[in-house]
């Protein structure tokens, strides 16, 4: 026969010792530590895309022997800030016409994508007709087709029109190049929107254009916001189209008056530096100034 198997003994009786209680991190705890973990990577993100902007700042104020000095430093052997004052007279392009020509390329460009894809974005929301699916699609379709693929045909085309080497050929070209991501994120926004508000304003007696302009973009507005930011941003930096199509140094923007101080032997990377802190500082204003709405475009849009 065999023997029983022995009783477990527990430790858990009146004698038993007292086990040592564990200790629970509190919630506020694990929530400060996540926290601190959030920040900490914010904050390597945020170095890592402001490092290269705070060298360009930083370079803009060398000379250009001491930024092709080796061994390489960190900060100016000797402050330059002349270098903002010489770069408008320098006699490798006219940088007051260039900066000019951007502003006047990128605002009116903005301004007509704006009045073509309000109206467009709110009649394919509101309405059904035929072939709306198809237009829709052919509409993102031509987000796949760069200028830089297209500078050939463009080139040709603006010559045939008679508009080669003006302000009108690069506001039309860049309006066209937006215009469809516009379309998409407006006719997301006026889809968004319910169709019971145009009812309840047509019966007070509102007109179409009326319940569009006075009911409907203020309900929108942080869309609009979205894709001023994002066709305005794209028509400042293009660069591709302006190049072949901008023949007259004066008529040509910033982005393709920076290239005119980079030669084949030499390059004046001082001027280099201070050209695109100038260039980036307009973008930088209007991101502080309507950021919020952006970021309230940007979520809002996103979901429906």
Known sequence: MTAPAPASITLDGPGAPARPARRRRSPQSRFSGRVVGRMIAGLVIALVFVIPYLIMLIG??????????????????????????????????????????????????????????????????????????????????????????????????????????????????????????????????????????????????????????????????????????????ASWNEFAASLVILSTDANQPLSVALTKFVGQYDAAWQYVFAVSVVAVIPVVILFMLIEKRLVGGLTQGSVK
């Not at 929301?125 to 829709?136: E, P």
């Not at 998409?184 to 509102?206: R, T, Y």
């Open 60 to 233: 803009s104020f060398k000379s250009r022997d001491n930024i092709l000095a080796v061994p390489p430093t960190y900060l100016p052997s000797t402050w330059h800030p002349e270098n903002y004052i010489t770069m408008w007279s320098t006699p490798e392009t006219p940088l007051p016409e260039n900066l000019i020509s951007t502003i006047v390329i990128s605002v009116f460009a903005t301004a007509l994508v704006l009045l073509v894809c309000v109206p467009a974005a709110y009649y394919t929301a509101r309405f059904r007709f035929l072939g709306r699916g198809v237009f829709l699609f052919l509409v993102i379709v031509t987000q796949m087709l760069q200028p830089t693929v297209l500078a050939t045909g463009l080139f040709k085309e603006m010559v045939a029109i008679g508009i080669n080497d003006t302000w009108l050929a690069m506001i039309l070209i860049n309006a066209a190049f937006n215009l469809a991501f516009a379309i998409w994120i407006m006719h997301n926004f006026f889809a968004g929107v319910p169709k019971e508000i145009d009812e309840a304003a047509q019966l007070d007696g509102a007109g179409k254009w009326t319940v569009l302009f006075r009911v409907q973009l203020p309900l929108v507005w942080p869309g609009i916001v979205t894709a001023i930011i994002y066709t305005f941003v």
